[in-house]
């Protein structure tokens, strides 16, 4: 089970900790054996990762695009 107590700072956390803390709280959440408080404090936690993950996700998006705006060649047309 995850350390509930032992809570680093979600802001700090670059993807791959969170996402892996992520998978953490929902193997425990899908366990089902902890005490209501503890399983809604998992909950909250999840919630908190699952923003961190995306505002991530959405911060690589960006500098892809800029990356592409800039003149760089694409992808696609390298196939």
Do not use: H, W
Request: charged letters at 30%.
């Amino acid at each position: 089970m995850i350390d509930i107590a032992a809570k680093p700072e979600i802001a700090a956390l670059d993807y791959e900790e969170a996402y892996q803390q992520l998978e953490s709280v929902i193997k425990s959440l899908e366990a089902g054996d902890q005490a209501l408080e503890t399983a809604l404090e998992l909950y909250e936690r999840g919630q908190m990762l699952i923003q961190r993950c995306m505002s991530l996700l959405d911060t690589a998006e960006l500098r892809v695009k800029q990356i592409s705006e800039n003149g760089l060649v694409d992808f696609k047309e390298m196939e």
